[in-house]
Protein backbone atom coordinates (compact mmCIF):
# COMPACT_ATOMS: atom_id res chain seq x y z
CA UNK A 1 0.00 0.00 0.00
CA UNK A 2 1.05 3.60 -0.44
CA UNK A 3 1.37 6.07 2.47
CA UNK A 4 -0.86 8.57 2.15
CA UNK A 5 1.25 11.42 1.35
CA UNK A 6 2.77 9.62 -1.86
CA UNK A 7 -1.11 8.87 -2.61
CA UNK A 8 -2.01 12.50 -2.32
CA UNK A 9 0.93 13.59 -4.44
CA UNK A 10 0.11 10.71 -7.40
CA UNK A 11 -3.65 12.39 -7.44
CA UNK A 12 -2.55 15.72 -7.61
CA UNK A 13 -0.97 15.39 -10.56
CA UNK A 14 -3.43 13.55 -12.25
CA UNK A 15 -5.46 17.13 -13.70
CA UNK A 16 -1.60 17.99 -15.13
CA UNK A 17 -1.13 14.62 -16.80
CA UNK A 18 -4.61 14.31 -17.96
CA UNK A 19 -4.30 17.68 -19.74
CA UNK A 20 -0.83 16.78 -21.02
CA UNK A 21 -1.67 13.80 -22.73
CA UNK A 22 -4.63 15.10 -24.78
CA UNK A 23 -2.58 17.93 -25.85
CA UNK A 24 -0.30 15.48 -27.53
CA UNK A 25 -2.84 13.11 -28.87
CA UNK A 26 -4.20 16.40 -30.06
CA UNK A 27 -1.23 16.40 -32.56
CA UNK A 28 -2.56 13.62 -34.23
CA UNK A 29 -5.91 12.33 -33.66
CA UNK A 30 -8.95 15.15 -34.08
CA UNK A 31 -12.10 15.29 -31.73
CA UNK A 32 -13.19 11.97 -29.97
CA UNK A 33 -12.02 13.95 -26.62
CA UNK A 34 -14.19 11.84 -24.56
CA UNK A 35 -13.46 8.90 -25.85
CA UNK A 36 -9.86 9.29 -25.11
CA UNK A 37 -10.70 10.29 -21.15
CA UNK A 38 -12.60 7.47 -21.15
CA UNK A 39 -9.45 4.95 -22.08
CA UNK A 40 -7.48 6.89 -19.72
CA UNK A 41 -10.41 5.89 -17.10
CA UNK A 42 -9.97 2.17 -18.45
CA UNK A 43 -6.18 2.42 -18.49
CA UNK A 44 -6.09 3.55 -15.04
CA UNK A 45 -8.23 1.57 -13.52
CA UNK A 46 -6.64 -1.68 -15.23
CA UNK A 47 -9.46 -2.61 -17.22
CA UNK A 48 -9.71 -3.22 -20.80
CA UNK A 49 -11.90 -1.69 -23.08
CA UNK A 50 -14.81 -3.16 -26.01
CA UNK A 51 -14.26 -0.43 -28.96
CA UNK A 52 -17.52 -0.52 -31.22
CA UNK A 53 -17.39 1.86 -34.45
CA UNK A 54 -17.15 1.69 -38.61
CA UNK A 55 -13.91 1.54 -40.82
CA UNK A 56 -11.81 4.50 -41.07
CA UNK A 57 -12.70 6.31 -37.38
CA UNK A 58 -8.92 6.62 -36.75
CA UNK A 59 -9.41 3.56 -34.10
CA UNK A 60 -5.71 2.00 -34.82
CA UNK A 61 -4.19 5.68 -34.95
CA UNK A 62 -5.81 7.34 -31.56
CA UNK A 63 -4.63 3.64 -29.70
CA UNK A 64 -0.96 3.42 -31.07
CA UNK A 65 -0.79 7.67 -30.67
CA UNK A 66 -2.04 7.15 -27.16
CA UNK A 67 0.56 4.25 -26.55
CA UNK A 68 3.57 6.56 -27.77
CA UNK A 69 2.13 9.42 -25.31
CA UNK A 70 2.31 6.79 -22.41
CA UNK A 71 5.84 5.13 -23.23
CA UNK A 72 3.97 1.54 -23.54
CA UNK A 73 4.88 -1.27 -26.41
CA UNK A 74 2.29 -1.73 -28.63
CA UNK A 75 1.19 -4.22 -30.72
CA UNK A 76 -1.81 -4.63 -32.88
CA UNK A 77 -3.36 -8.04 -33.58
CA UNK A 78 -5.63 -8.37 -36.82
CA UNK A 79 -8.07 -11.12 -35.91
CA UNK A 80 -9.31 -13.44 -38.95
CA UNK A 81 -10.77 -16.61 -39.37
CA UNK A 82 -7.51 -18.33 -39.39
CA UNK A 83 -5.79 -17.24 -36.65
CA UNK A 84 -4.07 -19.74 -33.85
CA UNK A 85 -4.04 -19.52 -30.46
CA UNK A 86 -0.12 -19.39 -30.84
CA UNK A 87 -0.36 -16.61 -33.27
CA UNK A 88 -1.44 -14.39 -30.25
CA UNK A 89 0.40 -16.03 -27.42
CA UNK A 90 3.37 -17.68 -28.82
CA UNK A 91 4.68 -21.02 -29.58
CA UNK A 92 7.47 -23.28 -29.05
CA UNK A 93 10.10 -23.66 -31.53
CA UNK A 94 12.73 -26.77 -31.61
CA UNK A 95 16.18 -25.18 -31.63
CA UNK A 96 19.72 -27.07 -32.15
CA UNK A 97 22.51 -26.01 -29.36
CA UNK A 98 25.36 -25.68 -31.73
CA UNK A 99 28.03 -25.98 -29.10
CA UNK A 100 26.86 -29.98 -27.98
CA UNK A 101 24.37 -30.83 -31.07
CA UNK A 102 21.30 -31.05 -28.64
CA UNK A 103 17.92 -30.16 -29.26
CA UNK A 104 15.59 -28.35 -27.34
CA UNK A 105 12.41 -26.35 -27.51
CA UNK A 106 12.44 -22.29 -27.53
CA UNK A 107 9.57 -20.74 -26.31
CA UNK A 108 9.16 -17.56 -29.20
CA UNK A 109 6.65 -14.90 -27.23
CA UNK A 110 3.71 -13.72 -29.35
CA UNK A 111 2.38 -9.96 -29.91
CA UNK A 112 0.19 -10.40 -26.62
CA UNK A 113 3.28 -9.79 -24.48
CA UNK A 114 3.01 -5.95 -24.61
CA UNK A 115 1.88 -3.40 -22.33
CA UNK A 116 -1.05 -2.03 -24.84
CA UNK A 117 -3.12 -4.61 -27.71
CA UNK A 118 -4.94 -3.73 -30.08
CA UNK A 119 -7.36 -6.49 -30.93
CA UNK A 120 -8.71 -5.32 -34.09
CA UNK A 121 -12.15 -7.09 -35.37
CA UNK A 122 -12.10 -9.75 -32.25
CA UNK A 123 -15.44 -11.38 -33.43
CA UNK A 124 -13.50 -12.42 -36.90
CA UNK A 125 -11.91 -15.14 -35.45
CA UNK A 126 -13.26 -18.14 -33.42
CA UNK A 127 -14.17 -19.14 -29.92
CA UNK A 128 -11.05 -20.75 -29.52
CA UNK A 129 -8.21 -18.16 -30.35
CA UNK A 130 -10.72 -15.39 -28.41
CA UNK A 131 -10.22 -17.47 -25.57
CA UNK A 132 -6.64 -17.27 -25.80
CA UNK A 133 -6.17 -13.88 -25.63
CA UNK A 134 -8.86 -13.49 -23.07
CA UNK A 135 -7.11 -15.63 -20.80
CA UNK A 136 -4.67 -13.60 -20.74
CA UNK A 137 -6.66 -10.46 -19.82
CA UNK A 138 -8.08 -12.26 -16.82
CA UNK A 139 -4.47 -13.84 -15.52
CA UNK A 140 -2.30 -11.51 -17.01
CA UNK A 141 -0.40 -14.54 -18.00
CA UNK A 142 0.19 -17.23 -20.67
CA UNK A 143 0.76 -20.71 -19.92
CA UNK A 144 3.07 -22.54 -22.59
CA UNK A 145 3.27 -26.07 -22.26
CA UNK A 146 4.66 -26.34 -18.36
CA UNK A 147 5.72 -22.70 -18.12
CA UNK A 148 3.69 -19.95 -16.84
CA UNK A 149 4.94 -16.34 -18.51
CA UNK A 150 3.78 -13.15 -16.93
CA UNK A 151 2.79 -10.44 -18.78
CA UNK A 152 4.43 -7.03 -18.04
CA UNK A 153 2.20 -4.56 -16.51
CA UNK A 154 0.45 -1.93 -17.21
CA UNK A 155 -0.93 -4.34 -19.06
CA UNK A 156 -4.30 -3.07 -21.62
CA UNK A 157 -6.17 -4.81 -24.26
CA UNK A 158 -8.36 -2.88 -26.74
CA UNK A 159 -10.79 -4.90 -28.84
CA UNK A 160 -12.55 -3.59 -31.73
CA UNK A 161 -16.05 -4.83 -33.20
CA UNK A 162 -17.30 -3.47 -36.59
CA UNK A 163 -21.08 -2.81 -35.42
CA UNK A 164 -22.33 -3.27 -39.04
CA UNK A 165 -21.25 -6.08 -41.05
CA UNK A 166 -21.85 -9.55 -38.87
CA UNK A 167 -21.76 -12.38 -41.43
CA UNK A 168 -18.77 -14.77 -40.85
CA UNK A 169 -18.09 -13.55 -37.11
CA UNK A 170 -18.47 -15.06 -33.85
CA UNK A 171 -19.78 -12.90 -31.22
CA UNK A 172 -18.22 -12.96 -28.06
CA UNK A 173 -19.97 -14.57 -25.61
CA UNK A 174 -21.67 -12.76 -22.66
CA UNK A 175 -18.86 -14.60 -19.99
CA UNK A 176 -16.15 -12.97 -22.04
CA UNK A 177 -18.22 -9.72 -22.58
CA UNK A 178 -18.10 -9.45 -19.01
CA UNK A 179 -14.21 -8.83 -18.86
CA UNK A 180 -14.59 -6.03 -20.38
CA UNK A 181 -14.76 -3.26 -18.48
CA UNK A 182 -15.94 -0.90 -20.49
CA UNK A 183 -17.82 -0.88 -23.99
CA UNK A 184 -17.04 2.06 -25.92
CA UNK A 185 -18.92 3.50 -28.97
CA UNK A 186 -16.88 5.42 -31.69
CA UNK A 187 -18.89 7.51 -33.54
CA UNK A 188 -18.80 9.88 -37.26
CA UNK A 189 -16.43 13.51 -36.27
CA UNK A 190 -18.56 16.57 -36.47
CA UNK A 191 -18.34 18.38 -40.06
CA UNK A 192 -15.72 20.78 -37.93
CA UNK A 193 -13.35 17.90 -37.20
CA UNK A 194 -13.91 16.16 -40.19
CA UNK A 195 -12.74 18.95 -42.38
CA UNK A 196 -9.90 19.30 -40.04
CA UNK A 197 -9.17 15.60 -40.79
CA UNK A 198 -9.04 15.75 -43.69
CA UNK A 199 -7.07 19.17 -44.19
CA UNK A 200 -4.32 17.35 -42.24
CA UNK A 201 -4.20 14.21 -43.44
CA UNK A 202 -3.56 15.22 -47.08
CA UNK A 203 -1.02 17.52 -46.25
CA UNK A 204 2.96 17.03 -45.24
CA UNK A 205 2.29 17.10 -41.19
CA UNK A 206 5.10 15.66 -39.45
CA UNK A 207 4.26 15.39 -35.56
CA UNK A 208 6.06 14.33 -32.90
CA UNK A 209 3.98 13.07 -30.04
CA UNK A 210 6.29 12.91 -26.69
CA UNK A 211 6.49 10.50 -23.62
CA UNK A 212 4.08 12.01 -21.06
CA UNK A 213 4.17 8.89 -18.51
CA UNK A 214 6.28 5.94 -18.08
CA UNK A 215 4.84 2.25 -17.02
CA UNK A 216 5.98 2.80 -13.32
CA UNK A 217 4.02 6.22 -12.63
CA UNK A 218 0.89 4.33 -14.67
CA UNK A 219 0.95 1.09 -12.42
CA UNK A 220 1.71 4.17 -9.12
CA UNK A 221 -1.96 6.25 -10.02
CA UNK A 222 -3.50 2.30 -10.64
CA UNK A 223 -2.96 2.04 -6.94
CA UNK A 224 -3.43 5.33 -6.34
CA UNK A 225 -6.91 5.51 -7.60
CA UNK A 226 -8.12 2.08 -6.01
CA UNK A 227 -6.89 3.82 -2.68
CA UNK A 228 -9.49 6.58 -3.03
CA UNK A 229 -12.29 6.67 -0.82
CA UNK A 230 -15.61 6.28 -2.04
CA UNK A 231 -18.39 7.92 0.11
CA UNK A 232 -21.73 5.40 0.80
CA UNK A 233 -24.10 7.58 -0.98
CA UNK A 234 -22.13 6.79 -3.80
CA UNK A 235 -21.33 3.16 -3.20
CA UNK A 236 -24.84 2.30 -2.75
CA UNK A 237 -26.08 3.90 -5.85
CA UNK A 238 -23.73 2.23 -8.28
CA UNK A 239 -24.44 -0.74 -7.10
CA UNK A 240 -28.18 -0.54 -7.06
CA UNK A 241 -28.06 0.66 -10.10
CA UNK A 242 -26.23 -2.48 -11.04
CA UNK A 243 -28.93 -4.55 -9.09
CA UNK A 244 -31.84 -2.75 -10.86
CA UNK A 245 -30.68 -4.19 -14.28
CA UNK A 246 -31.93 -7.51 -12.74
CA UNK A 247 -35.51 -8.20 -14.43
CA UNK A 248 -35.58 -10.71 -10.78
CA UNK A 249 -34.62 -8.31 -8.76
CA UNK A 250 -37.76 -6.89 -6.39
CA UNK A 251 -36.88 -3.60 -6.84
CA UNK A 252 -36.27 -3.50 -10.82
CA UNK A 253 -39.07 -1.04 -12.50
CA UNK A 254 -41.78 -2.75 -14.53
CA UNK A 255 -39.47 -1.50 -17.61
CA UNK A 256 -36.91 -4.03 -16.47
CA UNK A 257 -38.81 -6.41 -15.92
CA UNK A 258 -40.52 -6.50 -19.56
CA UNK A 259 -37.28 -5.28 -21.39
CA UNK A 260 -34.21 -7.37 -20.10
CA UNK A 261 -33.35 -11.04 -20.60
CA UNK A 262 -30.39 -10.74 -18.53
CA UNK A 263 -29.07 -8.15 -15.99
CA UNK A 264 -25.02 -7.11 -14.85
CA UNK A 265 -23.67 -8.81 -12.76
CA UNK A 266 -21.17 -7.80 -9.20
CA UNK A 267 -18.40 -7.12 -11.68
CA UNK A 268 -20.37 -4.34 -13.05
CA UNK A 269 -20.61 -3.00 -9.77
CA UNK A 270 -17.03 -2.54 -9.25
CA UNK A 271 -15.86 -1.20 -12.19
CA UNK A 272 -18.57 1.47 -12.02
CA UNK A 273 -17.20 2.45 -8.67
CA UNK A 274 -13.17 1.80 -9.88
CA UNK A 275 -14.18 3.89 -13.67
CA UNK A 276 -15.97 6.76 -11.06
CA UNK A 277 -12.59 6.96 -8.84
CA UNK A 278 -10.32 7.33 -11.63
CA UNK A 279 -12.46 9.95 -13.63
CA UNK A 280 -12.65 11.81 -10.05
CA UNK A 281 -9.03 11.71 -9.93
CA UNK A 282 -8.24 12.89 -13.28
CA UNK A 283 -10.38 15.97 -12.78
CA UNK A 284 -8.18 16.49 -9.70
CA UNK A 285 -10.55 15.44 -7.29
CA UNK A 286 -9.67 13.28 -4.16
CA UNK A 287 -13.47 11.23 -4.06
CA UNK A 288 -16.07 10.58 -6.67
CA UNK A 289 -19.74 11.72 -6.43
CA UNK A 290 -22.60 10.28 -7.82
CA UNK A 291 -22.16 11.75 -11.72
CA UNK A 292 -19.07 10.08 -11.62
CA UNK A 293 -20.86 6.89 -11.62
CA UNK A 294 -23.56 7.96 -14.06
CA UNK A 295 -20.89 9.28 -16.80
CA UNK A 296 -18.91 5.37 -16.69
CA UNK A 297 -22.59 3.83 -16.38
CA UNK A 298 -23.53 3.33 -19.82
CA UNK A 299 -20.03 2.15 -20.99
CA UNK A 300 -19.74 -0.14 -18.47
CA UNK A 301 -23.20 -1.75 -18.90
CA UNK A 302 -24.15 -1.79 -22.01
CA UNK A 303 -22.31 -5.11 -23.07
CA UNK A 304 -23.96 -6.43 -19.54
CA UNK A 305 -27.73 -5.76 -20.13
CA UNK A 306 -29.13 -8.35 -22.78
CA UNK A 307 -32.64 -7.55 -23.82
CA UNK A 308 -35.63 -8.94 -24.68
CA UNK A 309 -37.07 -9.75 -27.51
CA UNK A 310 -40.12 -7.40 -26.85
CA UNK A 311 -37.70 -4.16 -26.55
CA UNK A 312 -36.08 -5.56 -29.88
CA UNK A 313 -39.28 -5.57 -31.04
CA UNK A 314 -40.00 -1.94 -29.94
CA UNK A 315 -36.66 -0.85 -32.05
CA UNK A 316 -34.96 -0.59 -28.35
CA UNK A 317 -31.60 -1.13 -27.79
CA UNK A 318 -29.41 -1.82 -24.50
CA UNK A 319 -28.46 1.98 -24.68
CA UNK A 320 -32.17 3.06 -24.83
CA UNK A 321 -32.95 0.81 -21.55
CA UNK A 322 -29.66 1.87 -19.71
CA UNK A 323 -30.56 5.58 -20.11
CA UNK A 324 -34.11 5.17 -18.90
CA UNK A 325 -33.04 3.61 -16.11
CA UNK A 326 -30.36 5.89 -14.87
CA UNK A 327 -32.88 8.85 -15.50
CA UNK A 328 -35.59 7.08 -13.28
CA UNK A 329 -32.57 6.05 -10.71
CA UNK A 330 -32.06 9.61 -8.97
CA UNK A 331 -30.69 9.19 -5.44
CA UNK A 332 -33.67 10.62 -3.30
CA UNK A 333 -35.64 7.20 -5.53
CA UNK A 334 -33.56 4.97 -4.35
CA UNK A 335 -35.22 2.37 -1.64
CA UNK A 336 -33.06 1.62 1.38
Given at each position: ?MN ?42 NG ?178 RE ?109
Amino acid sequence: MMNPNEQLAVLERMGVVRQTILDEIKKVIIGQDEVIENILIALFSNGHILLEGVPGLAKTLMISTLAKALDLKFNRIQFTPDLMPSDITGTDILTENKADGNRYFHYIKGPVFANMILADEINRTPPKTQSALLQAMQEYQVTAGNETFSLEQPFLVLATQNPIEQEGTYPLPEAQLDRFMFNINIDYPTYDEEREIVKRTTMTIDQNVRSILHSNDIIAIQHAVREIPVSDHVLDFAVKLARATRPNDENAPDFIKQWVNWGAGPRASQYMILGAKARAALQNRLTPSIDDVKHVAMIVLQHRVIISFAAEAEGMKSRDVIKRLIESLEPKKINK
